[in-house]
């Protein structure tokens, strides 16, 4: 079966990330269930990567798909442009203000992650020519970081492999080094987490203050390896924004809505963004959503602006996508999903820990919450990777994948995200399966 799903795949898709040799022979998904994804052949894969970091609940949740069937019965869709609206996207907008950061109470919700970054990019620059600053356009961000794969989205994400095909990108985006506590090396005898910080400081005043709009960060750095900054980090990240007047942009497309123990993860060092961007698993996946949240400053800026605030999508505050967030979020806050994967999460990274304390290849071990790397590297004395040619990380990936267990690698490091309804026995089995996987093919 799987066989003839290949081939009419091949002859007429064209996929994510497409090259023929990873669309060669696919896996055919048919099924979910609960922590686990099923494929055309009747395997069963723990689903170590949550989909794409999205689905939180897990997969064949009812109640996600009753609200999208109650809603699409009442209304499918209707525009949401400006002197439009729906109970849905109202009541969302609603519960968002209660969940997310106190400064932040105004939402504009688009179809996913891309253009909630596109949107938090334009709103910054509209923002500054609001307020009689239009030279505030440049945006800063990391290395490793992100930010999806939209032209400026794709040139705010510090990953150069995603660049190569596409050049030149937009002008005005800027990268500086990441805060990668098990690489980051900054001047001797400089706390490392400040250093990191003080890179911010250093690109600003090299672009200027006046040509500098936002900066945009991951509170946890997701498909660049799960890097976890320094607990001091943030809190001059703020510092040096309020300072220069540079906004503060938090993505929060994987690290919201529960899955690093925090409802959004800058919570974690008790400072707030001037915008926040989410999706992913504000549906758990289960619908197209994301959207951004807006500072009270700058929401109050652009309703008194004389003209409109002219950036729309034609699926703008979709009022299925907006009762399954609603029904998603219900069930995050009535099974504890917070309180869930901190203490899962705290039992994955304790068990990463005790199973490759002592193994000859694993040069650290990260996480927050539910989402966690194992970065494998050929001397963890003096942090060398292995080659690149040796693909040490996709082949142990396949080597659990053989044993049942599909996730996400970034280069050598192997990341485990799982979703939050994944029980501590299906963890331990997972951490068990990369040790086999890893030992297997690195001869141990």
Known sequence: MSDQFADRDRRHLLHPLHSAA?????????????????DSEGKRFLDGASGLWNVIAGHGRTELLEAARIQGEQLAFASSFSGNTNPRSIELAEKLAAICYSNINKFFFTAGGGEATESSIKTARYYWKLKGQPTKTKCI???????GLTLAAMSAT????????????????????SHYPYRYEGPSGDDPGLAAANELEAAILQEGPDNVAMFIVEPVTGAGGIIVPPDNYFQRIREI????????????????????????????????PDIVQFAKAITSGYFPLGGIGVSDEIASTIEAAEGPYLHAYTYNGHPIGCAVALA??????????VEQAAEKGSHLLATLNKVFAKHPYVGNIRGKGMM????????????????????????I????????????????????????ITSFEELDWAVDTLRQSANEVLGL
């Not at 990936?397 to 939050?420: E, M, N, S, Y």
Request: glycine share 12%; proline share 7%; aromatic share 14%.
């Open 397 to 420: 990936h396949a080597a659990t994948q053989q044993r049942g267990l599909f996730t996400r690698v970034r280069g050598d490091t192997f990341c485990l995200a799982p979703p939050i």
């Open 22 to 38: 990873s669309a060669a022979d696919p896996h055919v998904w048919v099924r979910g269930e609960g922590a686990y994804l099923i």
């Open 328 to 337: 998603n979020i219900k069930i995050i806050e009535e099974e504890g999903f």
């Open 158 to 177: 510090g990953i150069e492999s995603y660049w190569n095909a596409f050049e030149p990108r937009v002008p005005g985006f800027i990268h500086i080094p």
């Open 241 to 272: 924004c309020d300072k220069y007047d540079v906004l503060f942009v938090a993505d929060e497309i994987i690290t919201g809505f529960g899955r690093t123990g925090k409802m959004f993860g800058l919570e974690h060092w008790g400072v707030v």
């Open 372 to 395: 966690c790397g194992v970065e494998f590297v050929e001397d963890p004395t003096t942090k060398e990777p292995f080659p690149t040619e040796k693909q040490i990380g996709n082949r």
């Open 141 to 147: 961000s990391l290395v490793w970081g992100y930010h």
